[in-house]
Structure formats: structure tokens, C-alpha cells
């Protein structure tokens, strides 16, 4: 597990991680305070499962929801850019995905769009996990999801 | 697992469900959002695991914290009550507790803080799960949670 590994990084380093969940909902930060004396290494988690819930606690805007889609690069940048804005982090890691069963729209099941801000700037990347099953789906990208922490930090 | 069973009640009521976690991190948005079409049930997570988390995204008194500490029936009912005004949900449900490992000042070891807020009010609760170890006192206090949400619907 390399939740231990970023918690152990961060706390060296002295920053704090926040999270902006979709499709994981909230299992990153379930992962991180897993490790004790985490409370040193992560500020807050915002769990973003609707639209709503979206713009209204991290300021995605309206407009790149309707062009995009929830599930998409622009969204997980803007996700990540907002939860840093709204927090004491120096680091934040967004999710949105299609875990399944099941795809939506033109967009399959297993996509999944992350984003990592720092002071840097925000970095945005897709991965395409295919059909594994919610469950696996989910977990595979909190593993993702810490690993591009544990890069951006390095 | 309960979780499936709070998404069906919740879905057959037309209510959604708003968490507020601090010692669980996340683990309980996780849960529900581990059930297929549980975007019908959670509209969104906030996941408060520092003070400043608790005051800036739930509202919850800097004097209420001060007070009666963050570990305290006082703090889990601001923080189900300011989850349930900050959301769409008509339903919140709030931890906040000591999962160890080890207690904090005189509170002990597992001893964990619930608030359940609905429109008609909110309650509160304080369970001693004990010195179960860190995973377990998580996981009882998720499927806890998941209880008095049932309960509530009921």
C-alpha cells in the first residue's frame, strides 16, 4: 500500500494533500488517514459525487461541465485547482471516472480523468481502465491517484 | 454490508444522503458509493479531518471546538448540521473520533462522536468501541453510521 509511502513524503516535506473525489468517493482519503498520523499529511477531502456538488463546493464552472462532460480532463483540472484554492493543502489529486457497471454516453465504463495542482500549476492526465468492475475500477485508480501524488512529489 | 440497504431506502424515499467524517475519512462516502447507482442516494462528502476543515467547510465554532474538544457530541451535531445545510441531502450524518492508535488527552482510545441531522433536528451519540486498533474502530464506526441512518429512515 503506498498510502503509508505519501503520508511518510508529505510529512517529511511538510505539506498537506487535499482530495476532490467523484467515482472514488472518498476512498483516496479513506486510504490516506488508514495510516497513522496522518492528520499531519491530509487537510480535507471534498467528495463530489453530483454536479452540484461540483461547482458548488470546489467553483467547477457550469460551462465546462455542459461542454465536456463531468467525466473529462478539463473537469478533474478544475476540480484539483479548486480544492487547493479551498483548503490549506499544497497538494491536491482529483478523480472523476466511470466506474461502472456500465458506461455513460459516448464514454466507457472505466475512464477515468485525473488531476494534481500544486503552486506549479495543474497537470490533468486519462486513463483507461476498461471494463474491471466497479469495485476494481475504484481501486485502481486511488492506487493511481497516490502515485501521482508520491511523482509530483519526488 | 448496510450500505446497499441505505442507498434502496434512501432511492425509494427520493432522499439523499450528505456525510461529514473526520476519523473516518472518507470511509463512509466510500461505502455508499460503493453500491451501484448511488448517485441517486449521495449528493456529496466532506471530509473534515483537521479543526480548520471542520470550521471552513461544515461551520462548526471555533468556541464549540474550543470547548468540549473536536472528539464531542457538541462538535458531531454542528458538523451534521452544517453538512445538511450545505448540501442538497435531506439527511447527514457526522463522526468524529478517536481511532487510535492511543487516546488524545483524557479522551480514550476508541471513543467515537455520531450526529445524525435531519429536518426535524439533530441527535447525537457517543460510542466507546474501545482500543479495537485503528482499522476496526473505523469500521465499526462506519457500519454505526450506516445504522443510524437506517434507523432515521425507518
Redesign the interface.
Known amino acids: 500500500m503506498s498510502a503509508r509511502e505519501v503520508v511518510e513524503t508529505l510529512t517529511a516535506r511538510g505539506w498537506m494533500l487535499v ?1 476532490a ?1 467523484s ?8 486510504a ?3 495510516v ?1 498520523g ?2 499531519r499529511a ?9 454536479n ?2 461540483k461547482m ?2 470546489l467553483g467547477v464552472a457550469e460551462a465546462t461541465l455542459a461542454t465536456h462532460g463531468a467525466v473529462s480532463e478539463p473537469v478533474a483540472a478544475e476540480m484539483a485547482q479548486g480544492a487547493l484554492a ?3 493543502a499544497r497538494i491536491a489529486v482529483s478523480v472523476t471516472g466511470i466506474a ?2 456500465g458506461g455513460s454516453g459516448q464514454k466507457p465504463e472505466g475512464r477515468v480523468c485525473f488531476g494534481l495542482a500544486t503552486g506549479d500549476g495543474v497537470t490533468t492526465q486519462t486513463v483507461e481502465f476498461g471494463a474491471l468492475g ?2 476494481a475500477v ?1 481501486r485502481a485508480s486511488v492506487d493511481h491517484a497516490l502515485k501521482l501524488v508520491l511523482d509530483a512529489l519526488g
Chains 1, 2 share one sequence.
Open positions: 482530495t473525489e467515482c472514488t468517493g472518498g476512498l483516496i482519503a479513506a490516506v488517514t488508514d497513522p496522518s492528520s491530509l487537510d480535507r477531502g471534498f467528495v463530489t459525487y453530483s452540484a456538488a458548488e463546493m479551498l483548503s490549506h461502472g457497471p466497479r469495485d475504484r
